[in-house]
């Protein structure tokens, strides 16, 4: 592919997970965009939380947590996409700078110092570093489209927790000795992310494996 070509099918991709993230925060609350919610916070929180499973302890044996990682890196994507919702009403435009900013390279080589800088501008801007950000995603070797597959896949569990009583504390966590990442993880290995219905296949994959027996879906 060459590079605008490259570009436009990531474009594709963002659009669709800014679809999904706004349906996610509207389905918690209807008027999440007038709520005031501190997104910003959540993402230097989450960037403390992926040092950890990093490792930056010179007084002990770490060895970095590569799927934790990568979960993170895709939580912090989330509420970075939230943010650009609400500063930006045009989809089109926040995927294409989106990933226009993912085809760039970085000098960066340090991972805790990519995380340390994405928390700083992040509490600089009280906005998304997409640019740090990026940094972050190449380190940990994640390509778009993998972030499209893990980032549709964490969107499919949370509607999937919501649906099956998350927040009356019903929701059942682990299914046959495995916790529900872990059964997402097990889904997403075997689905195809290209499909046109790849976020309803992964639904009802987890929904096949789930104890549970009624969808709201």
Request: hydrophobic share 35%; charged share 30%.
């Amino acid at each position: 592919m060459t590079s605008a070509t490259l570009i436009s099918h990531t474009t594709n991709k963002i659009v669709q997970m800014l679809t999904l993230q706004d349906e996610m925060n509207t389905k918690i609350n209807s008027q999440w965009r007038e709520a005031g919610y501190e997104w910003h916070r959540a993402i230097w929180t989450e960037c403390a939380e992926l040092m950890d499973h990093y490792g930056w302890k010179w007084w002990k044996k770490q060895t970095p947590d590569v799927e934790q990682i990568k979960l993170e890196i895709v939580d912090i994507f989330h509420f970075g996409l939230s943010i650009l919702l609400i500063e930006s009403n045009n989809n089109e435009d926040i995927a294409l700078d989106i990933a226009t900013e993912l085809e760039q390279s970085t000098n960066e080589t340090d991972f805790k110092i990519a995380i340390e800088k994405l928390a700083h501008k992040t509490l600089e801007t009280k906005s998304f570093a997409i640019k740090e950000f990026n940094t972050l995603l190449t380190l940990a070797d994640m390509s778009p489209d993998e972030l499209f597959q893990q980032y549709v896949g964490k969107n499919v569990l949370n509607f999937f927790r919501q649906d099956h009583g998350y927040k009356d504390g019903s929701y059942i966590k682990v299914w046959d000795g495995k916790e529900d990442n872990e059964q997402l993880a097990d889904v997403l290995n075997k689905l195809d992310a290209n499909s046109v219905d790849f976020r309803n296949d992964v639904y009802k994959a987890l929904e096949e494996r789930y104890p549970a027996t009624e969808s709201t879906y």
